[in-house]
């Protein structure tokens, strides 16, 4: 069943994440192109089922019954190209990240330079890195050999020696991956991604070849001083295809429908974030955040370029057992508005990881859920920002860079009960700087445009020009230096109709001027106690037109970064105050 | 729309596949009797290797320490065996520095697998061999009653059932833990004392059944020497009413415990396996359900976590939940009489 990439219309995206299979149609509506409807089911890559088809089957179904068309014959096989009468779809796209996350051992040279470069790759795809090879490695090489055999990766990611540069001492350290899985048997052993000096592919291939999958990428440390990822990227996301193959039923039909393009779920949020970044201002950047059971991916593109980190250990899945070993649970705590022990979030990560797919039914279990949300996009943050590139704009090193906009996705965000709870989240977590727009992907779309925009990129623009993305708001964030209650910035709206309002805003307060989406405002900024509010310096005034949304207009005046009293009982006091301002 | 399942059944067939990670040796034949601590296959999983620089020990440059190799891949070696030389005037030997077999010989190396303990796979429960599979392991096939839990600490092992638990949320004190228990299999309600488990070991006891246990204690349970199941929650909460029905009722039987952590993507979960005769209509329990009204439901989730009742309804549409989120839902009749909405994703069947 191959896919037609002539003259294709209407597009299918099939997405299997690790809770939920979800199928999207995309038509052409009245000249443009459309998202019609989705359906979605649970996934059933697990037991007893072990095969995403039969999830995808039922999505299939659903997505009959929400859209009317009928996209299965009577042969229980999907239609493609479409027919004359309507029925099934022109084009397909898949992606996926069900499933545990890939084990990853990396080798490099020097710590410093093509291991750095090695665990950047390693974090752009559903990954754990279990060991690392270098030079400094103390250990003897059948210590090596003996740690591969125990850890059983998926892949190693072989990195080191600049272009004319070291080879000798690569070939070494790959010579404990050649005996390792010598010694494996042939349908464990890992693939290789060689992407080291280029003048050793030869000698790799003679070593390597014969024993197991190797491919090889350009070189990501040409230089000391250059580093080359994207292309290595792109065959990773290849291997992440091919050991899901190996291991997931279903996974290689699923891959054979898309013509061989299923990709990570993440390489293709990352990639809808990119091309967002070509269009909107170049100074900024734009930000992607996905919150998923499976991981938390942060895509963050700079005038094309991306930086994709995704976060295996940060998903709000089976992981969360886990989260305490990266904060404790009284740094999650800080994040409510309640009292709760640490024993009860302790507990509750343990049972939300019993039940991944199971959500919080009581306020108390959401305001914890939420809490995670929050913790979970911070340290992933933390960790992602020092993959951005060293150019981008921003106020100072601790505080997030400048982004327009920011997109979110994942259904702790998408499905809060209200859209105040949805942006407080966003904004304790990402906690943005300057002005910027900040929209939900409510209907999980943006990794199938992501996909679907290397085959058909003019359905991507049109999807994402409709209002797909639900936007939340503009969000203002000032920042500067001044006690808690001191007037940092007046503003003023001026509305369509010509009527203004000013506003006076307090350190430490959130402020929301209602315009609703449809409407247009221009507004005034004239910062005080020199604060800097993306007008082009610290103290500088001046204007700028904002489009409505779901909370219209948000100044958060809170700090950046965000410092909340030490005091539980005064911290809890603040949120409930924030929280009311929203209206959450 | 597809329900997560849990068996907690009091009589049922059972097979279950049990295989090692590799290929290794299967030491059990089609039909044969087992324990749920026989060992059924065993592997030399992650055996230590040495290598040795022949070249360099000899003195010698590669390609002429080749040739003085006295061994070849797949010799068994003895401590002391001479693996390369003598060369020169001192007649310079190379010899075994362990038992093992050789790997590699050549390239100036020779590469050794240390003799080492096998890793043994257990059975699991106790029942009959029904098939083998390859060199990876076994199906083996029993009838009883069988209860799944949340946790277990990768343990197993078999013994007569002790209820200590005189009520579902009765907390397992250190001061119940008594030598009459040596050798059992010991059913508490709750566990927050280390001291409990500890004594558990120092019986010994042959295993340890909760319904709930102190997250705390998770790691010191995954130290102790014999196999902790907990059945329903980290932290405190009652066993649920079907599980403890079930094991209350069965006390100085024999059980099994197969404390494998819960792994959706493997299929595997704890497990406790009564073993009983099966009677004519005995079958295997069903692992796909879609709900249907007068299923036996648990619910996993606050604020009815852990309470057992009856599938009534399954509402139509979207149900706002107390928490303001909309999602699938069923009324379900608890079994204390009361009326209440659950989310569908948080319940459990039980069949």
């Known amino acids: ?584 | 729309m597809l329900a997560q399942v849990t068996h907690i059944l009091p009589i049922t067939l059972l097979r279950r596949e049990r295989l090692l990670s590799s290929p290794g040796r299967v030491v059990v034949r089609k039909g044969q009797k087992v324990s749920a601590t026989d060992v059924i296959a065993e592997i030399r999983l992650n055996p230590q290797h040495m290598l040795l620089d022949i070249a360099r020990s000899l003195n010698l440059p590669v390609r002429e320490a080749d040739p003085n190799i006295q061994c070849q891949a797949g010799d068994q070696v003895s401590q002391g065996d001479v693996l390369a030389g003598p060369v020169g005037f001192t007649k310079r030997v190379v010899r075994a520095p362990k038992n093992g077999r050789v790997i590699v010989a050549g390239e100036g190396q020779i590469l050794l697998e240390l003799e080492g303990p096998p890793v043994e796979l257990k059975a699991g429960m106790p029942g009959i061999v029904a098939d083998l599979v390859g060199d990876r392991g076994a199906i083996i096939e029993t009838s009883g009653a069988l209860i799944q839990g949340v946790w277990g600490n990768n343990r197993i092992d078999f013994g007569l059932m002790h209820v200590l638990a005189r009520s579902p949320d009765d907390e397992l004190k250190p001061d119940r833990m008594d030598v009459s228990l040596r050798g059992s299999v010991v059913l508490g309600g709750y566990c927050r004392d280390p001291q409990s488990l500890k004594l558990g070991g120092e019986l010994p006891i042959r295993g340890m059944i909760l319904g709930s246990m102190d997250a705390a204690l998770l790691p010191f349970a995954l130290k102790v020497p014999y196999p902790v199941i907990i059945l329903d929650a980290v932290g405190r909460r009652p066993m649920n009413p079907a599980a403890y029905k079930l094991l209350s009722t069965n006390d100085k039987r024999e059980v099994s415990l197969n404390a494998e952590g819960w792994d959706r993507f493997a299929g595997k979960r704890p497990e406790v396996v009564i073993p009983l005769p099966a009677s004519g209509n005995t079958s295997l329990p069903r692992d796909v359900v879609e709900f249907l009204p007068g299923q036996s439901v648990l619910v996993t989730r606050a604020p009815y976590a852990g309470r057992t009742g009856t599938l009534s309804n399954i509402l139509l549409g979207l149900t706002v939940l107390p928490s303001g989120i909309k999602t699938q839902a069923a009324e379900i009749r608890l079994d204390n009489g009361d009326n209440v909405v659950v989310p569908l994703v948080n319940l459990e069947v039980l069949v």
């Open chain 1, 1 to 584: 069943m191959a896919t037609s990439t002539v003259d294709a219309e209407s597009l299918l995206s099939i997405d299997v994440g690790s809770i939920t299979t979800r199928a999207a149609l995309f038509d052409l509506v009245d000249g443009r192109y459309r998202y019609l409807g989705s359906g979605s089911v649970l996934t059933t890559a697990y037991a007893p089922f072990h095969d995403i088809g039969e999830g995808i089957r039922s999505a299939l179904d659903r997505l009959q019954l929400v859209t009317g068309r009928v996209l299965v014959g009577g042969d229980e096989r999907l239609i493609i190209p479409s027919k004359d009468d309507g029925s099934g779809v022109d084009t397909l796209v898949a992606t996926i990240s069900a499933g545990p996350p890939l084990n990853m051992i990396l080798l490099g040279l020097l710590e410093e330079v093509s291991l750095e470069s090695a665990r950047r790759l390693a974090s752009t795809t559903y990954a754990r890195v279990v060991d690392s090879i270098s030079l400094n490695d103390r250990r003897k090489p059948e210590d090596r050999i003996d740690a591969i055999l125990r850890l059983r990766p998926d892949i190693i990611l072989a990195t080191g020696g600049t272009e004319k540069g070291a080879s000798q001492s690569v070939l070494k350290l790959l010579d404990s991956i050649g005996l390792a899985s010598y010694l494996m048997p042939e349908d464990e052993r890992p693939a290789v991604l060689f992407a080291g000096n280029q003048a050793l592919q030869d000698d790799v291939q003679k070593s390597l070849g014969k024993l197991l999958r190797l491919q090889f990428a350009p070189n990501v440390r040409p230089t000391l001083e250059v580093e080359q990822t994207e292309a290595t990227q792109v065959h990773l996301s290849d291997l992440y295809r091919s050991v899901r193959s190996r291991k997931l039923s279903g996974v290689e039909e699923l891959d054979i429908w898309a013509g061989g393009g299923l990709m990570p779920t993440a390489t293709a949020f990352g990639r809808v974030i990119r091309f967002l970044s070509k269009v909107y201002d170049p100074i900024k950047g734009v930000l992607g955040v996905d919150v998923g059971a499976s991981a938390t991916t942060i895509a963050g593109a700079f005038n094309g370029e991306l930086a994709l980190s995704v976060f295996p250990q940060f998903g709000l899945g089976k992981s969360l057992a886990e989260l305490v070993e990266y904060c404790s649970p009284e740094a999650i705590a800080r994040w409510l508005h309640i009292e709760m022990s640490a024993s009860s979030i302790r507990e509750y990560l343990h049972q939300k990881s019993f039940y991944p797919a199971s959500v919080p039914a009581t306020a108390e279990e959401l305001h914890l859920e939420q809490a995670l949300a929050r913790q979970v996009m911070q340290m992933a943050l933390r960790k992602a920002t020092s993959f951005f590139p060293a150019k981008v704009m921003r106020y100072g090193p601790l505080l997030s860079p400048w982004f327009e906009p920011i997109v979110a996705s994942g259904s702790v965000l998408t499905r809060a009960p209200n859209n105040a709870q949805s942006l407080l989240m966003l904004l304790d977590g990402v906690q943005p700087t300057g002005v910027t727009t900040i929209v939900l992907d409510q209907n999980h779309i943006a990794p199938a445009l992501g996909a679907a925009a290397a085959i058909n990129s003019t359905l991507a623009v049109q999807v994402l020009e409709t209002s797909t993305l639900h936007n939340l708001g503009t969000v203002i964030s000032p920042v500067g230096n001044a006690r808690f209650g001191t007037p940092v910035l007046r503003l003023r709206i001026t509305y369509e109709d010509g009527r203004e309002v000013p506003v006076e805003v307090k350190q430490g307060s959130i402020e929301v001027l209602p315009l609703p989406a449809g409407q247009s405002a221009k507004l005034n900024l004239t910062p005080l106690q020199r604060y800097d509010v993306g007008m082009g310096g610290a103290g500088r005034s001046g204007g700028l037109r904002v489009v409505g949304g779901a909370l219209g207009v948000v100044i958060d005046a809170r700090g950046r970064p965000l410092k909340m009293p030490e005091d539980p009982a005064r911290r809890r006091e603040l949120i409930r105050k924030w929280r009311s301002t929203l209206g959450c």
